[in-house]
Structure formats: C-alpha cells, structure tokens
C-alpha cells in the first residue's frame, strides 16, 4: 500500500491543512521499463509554496488530486525489466510526498551513498546546494573582496551561500531572524557578522556591518529586507533574486520600493532558477564535495518524523521555526 | 548682466513655479583662463528633476541658491587667455538655465557645427541620445530577432533606442501617450507598433504586440507600465532602467510589484547612467551621425522660447505635451 498527500484545494494566503489529504491507496504492478521506489525523505522548499499556485511560472503548477509536488530521495525496491535502475540503487527526484513512487525512472538520477549519507543529496548535494552554488557563483558573479549580503542566511540556501562567499575572500554578513540564529550563523557557519532583523533599525544594522554598502545581495526573503538592501548597494552591485519567501503566502506580492537604486548605483537584479544548471549540477557536486571534506564547508538538516506530520513540517519554512535544511523523514524503520 | 535661474526650494511632489527664481547679476571680471559662454539653448531632462531632491545619487544635489543644473550648448564670447578654448567655440556641456556661462571650461566639450547643427547636440549627439545608445546596446545587449518594448517612445530618449533596435533588427513596439504620438512613432519613426498607453488594458495590448513576449524593456517611465513589461518577459530577458518619470514626482516611488518574473523567467533588470560612458560618447556620436546622415535615425526638437518661459516648459516633461527632445531657447536673436 502506498501512502500519499494529494492537493485537494489551492490556498489563498498561508496554506491550511486541509489543502492537502492523505490518501492510502494500492500499488499497481509495474509495466515494463518501470521502477519502484520507496521513499526516504522528502525535502520541503520555499518554493512549494509556488507550486500551488495557479499561475504561469517557471513549471507547471501541481495539478488539484496529483500528488504534491517534492524533491525526495529514496531506494529502488522492485523493478520489471528497467535498463538504467537496479533494485537497491539510491535515486534523488521529485518523487512527491508520497511512500511508494512508482516511475519510468525519467527524471531520477542515481547517487553514491558511499561519498555522503542519503539526506545529503537533498540538501547541500541537492536543490539547495545547487541553487546556492551558481546562484552565488554564476548569478552574483563574487570576487575577492566583495561584500556580501545574504538574507535567509541560517536557511538551506543562504547557509551555503554565505560560506562559499566566505571560501572565495568575500566579506559577508548574513540576516537571519533571532538571536540563536545568529549565533549559529556568525559562530558556526563563519560568516563575519549576522544581523537579527526582527531587533532594531534593520537599515542602520546593514549600514553598521556594511560601512563601504554591498557588492553583492543574494535574496531568499523579499519584502522590506530586499528594500534595505537595494538601498545599501554599492556602484555596480548584483542583486541574485533567488526567493521571496516573506511574500509567498501574501495575495498580492510587493514589489521593491527602493528599486532605482539600480539606475543610482549601476546595478543589477537578477532571477535564476537552479533547474537551468542541471547539466552542471556533477561539477558543483564536487567542488562542494570537496569543501565538505577540508571542513569548509558545513550543512545541517533539520528533519521531522512521519508523512502525517507533513503540514506542520512544512509551515516551519513560513514561521521560521528551524535551522538548514528542512526534511520530512518517510521511511520511519531505519 | 547675466540672467540666472536659481533654485529658491525643493518641491515635495510636483514642482511649483516657486521652487525657482530668475535673477539679475552683473558678470564679474574673468579670471585668468576663464572663459565666457554665451547660453543658446537649454536642455530639459527628467533626470533634473531628480537633481532638485535632497538625497544620496548619482550626482550631488543642486544646492538651494544655485543655479539649476542644466546640459547647455553656447558659444565662447570671451576668454582671459585660456589655453583650451577661444572666442567663436562651440561648447556644450552643464552650464545651467542660465544666460551667460563664466567657466574655467572643466566639463565643456567642444563641437563641430559644420556636421550638425548646434541643437543636435543637445538632443542625440547630447545626453538623450548616447542614453539610448549606450542603454540599448551595451545595457539591452539587443541582437537581431529580438523583441524590444520601449517606454517614452516618443520621447528624446525612447524615440532614438526604438530606431537603433529597428537598425539592429529588432521587433520594436513603443508606448507612448496619446494617438497623435503613437502615429508619430509609428508611421515616422518606423517602429512596428506603438501601444498608446492611455487606452484599454495594457496589459492586453502588450499581449497583442508582443505575443511572444519581450525581450528587451527599455524603461523610461516605471509604474504600472514596468509592471506590465515585467509580466510579459521572454525567458532571459533584460529590462534597462533608465527612468522612472512617472514616479519622479511622488513623495515616495513604487517599486514593481511583478519583479518576481525576473526569477521565473531567469531575466536580469539593470540600471545606468550615461555619464560611464563618457569616454565613447564619441563612437556614439559618429555612428549615429552616419545612421543619420543614411537616414535611419530621425530625431525632432520641441523648441519653446526664453529663459522666462522655464517653469511652463520644464513641466511638459509630466504633461507629456511635448515630442521628442524637450529644448528652451535661450539666447533669442537669431
């Protein structure tokens, strides 16, 4: 039997729980060429949020009654005759919130566990870590010496932003939400300084750990932090626009007020979607496999227990109530 | 004796003839290597109206007293033995709304009137028009094929990036206000549309022009119209920030509220301000000035008379009762 969370209704505003329901239904025998998969974690992202939205976007938005749309990682138990995947092999995918994936196999790519755990290819070998990889490299384009802005700094992103930035000379400072955040992010990760933007002036905390402004933003949040920013940017600046997370859930997106600092200052602002680099996504592997083993380069997990739990997992990206990357645990016996 | 316009207050929003007063003074003696120049002809900028704000840009604000900032063309009347220039030269550069121009001659260029008239110099072989030069060519990044929305299509600035992308081999569409301007824009200067702005949904109308989308925005204007542009983006397009008059006059500017479409279609958003490109303003100008000797680049002056007249003219800048380049005519004997 698999288990799986289907969209039921899209939401206005934050999602509630009963947009989604959990449906046990049966496996069907696999045709030829097929996989299964049983799933071992599904990786929550900010831009889930998107996904239910009913408007043209970079992918199409998740059907109502199709299973709700996720990355995953998880290993091949059964197989009719797949040239590509054998039982036991480890596959990373979007395999949705569900158990069971049942698949051509199209879309899923195999990973050695034997170089780093399961979880990891979710996060910093996965969306995350490729999204903050050329985000920060290709995207902000960092050199020696720049200063460096990240928001969502304690998050699954910015976390490896910051500390590649860090790796290549930069100066960076990051703005996370709370005090142990920040902690974490200064004390742990190594960033020079974090601001708690929920305490004080956020635009004097920005002037005070940025006297010289900033070459480079990487945005996850929008809203009135992107603002700050934009008004704290130096001659020639890149703005990487990776995320909005602070608008996702509002019905009408605010747009940067403070936006003709670009023409001031030379500027530019720029979207990516890390989906367009997957033919690099080896490369990035590996220089950040390499970063990981000369410990320069740290990434944690935040993992919660059980497909039941999926709802209120995943209202911890909006409340901010965790700390790298966001995981729900599938496979419960192990 | 000079007549001098200076600036007696800053406006808060639209600028009220009170913010200036023209006054009388006698020209003092020259200094050794200064020179006096005769004002001909003023040009009126939407970037002026930014200079009068008390904040951090670009450029210094104009400082309460004096003479409001100004590009000018005029001519050399009097020298105390300079080294650079002499009696009967052609100089354009930030003289002010002023009559007479006394000047060490830092900042003043030299022109060749034999090739252009004096007025061409202040229009598109002046800042305008190595604004849209520069601005599409090295900001847009414009190649053949591509579609380019322009703003302020009938504008000193928009009237020029429209004809060079259409000498490029671009699909270009302006907007401007009013049917007599689109005709204009259109059936004179040769783009393949223009979208009169004041009438019906904008956003459809863009959908009719540019069913593909767009992918090269030269914005002039900001508001709802960047708003609009920004929601009918190629992937990978480039929005160039030049301008945003329909905000200069508001206490506070609206940001776009669809600059997530720079992430969704991995699109970058720039800003620029010709003064960078001071170094090859002239390989602008002889480029220009074959395409227009070839006759592929028309430009038009909306000429009114006397420095008293400033207050009634500068506002045609908002109005938008004004074609092509916006020019006071200050010295009225000839």
């Known amino acids: 039997m698999n288990k799986k969370l289907i ?17 046990d239904e049966e496996i069907p025998q696999l045709t030829k060429g097929e996989i299964l998969i049983e799933t071992h974690y599904v990786s929550l992202d900010p831009a889930m949020r998107g996904w239910m939205n009913d408007v043209r976007s ?34 990373t995918g979007m395999g949705g919130v569900q158990k069971y994936v049942r698949s051509t196999g199209k879309g899923f ?33 960092i050199k020696e010496g720049d200063i460096v802005l990240v928001s969502g700094a304690a998050g699954a992103v910015g976390s490896i932003v910051g500390q590649i930035a860090k790796i290549k ?9 709370g005090a142990e955040k920040c902690n974490y992010v200064k004390n742990e990760l190594g960033f020079d300084a974090c601001i708690n933007y929920k305490e004080g002036s956020l635009y004097r905390s ?22 700050v920013a934009l008004a704290s940017l130096r001659r020639h600046a890149r703005v990487v626009i990776c995320g909005a997370i602070s608008q996702y859930n509002n ?27 997957a033919d690099r996504y080896m490369e ?44 729900l645990k599938i496979k419960m016996d192990e």
Chains 1, 2 share one sequence.
């Open 206 to 227: 920005v002037k005070e750990f940025c006297p010289k402004g900033v070459d480079v933003y990487f945005d996850n949040v929008g809203g009135e932090i992107l603002d």
């Open 284 to 327: 990035a592997g590996m220089q950040m496999g390499m970063w990981m083993m000369e410990g320069k380069l740290k990434t944690e997990e935040d993992v919660y227990d059980g497909i039941e739990n999926f709802f209120p997992t995943f209202m911890r990206l909006f409340s901010g109530e965790k700390r790298g990357k966001l995981v």
């Open 58 to 91: 970079y992918i199409e938005p998740i059907a109502i009654n199709d299973v709700m749309r996720a990355g995953t990682i998880g290993k091949v138990i059964e197989t009719n005759g797949s040239s590509e995947f054998k039982v036991g092999d480890v596959l």
């Open 251 to 277: 019905s009408k997106i605010k747009g940067p007020d403070n936006y003709l600092s670009l023409l001031v200052n030379r500027a530019s602002m720029e979207g990516m979607v890390v989906f367009d680099y």
């Open 169 to 177: 000379g930069c100066h960076v400072v990051g703005l996370a939400g």
């Open 109 to 141: 790519f195999k990973v050695d566990t034997s170089l780093a755990p399961m979880i990891k290819y979710i996060s910093i070998l996965g969306m995350p870590g490729m999204t903050a990889y050329f985000g920060i490299l290709d995207v902000g384009k």
């Open 7 to 23: 969209l039921k209704q899209r939401p206005s505003g934050m999602p509630t729980a009963d947009c989604w329901e959990l449906l």
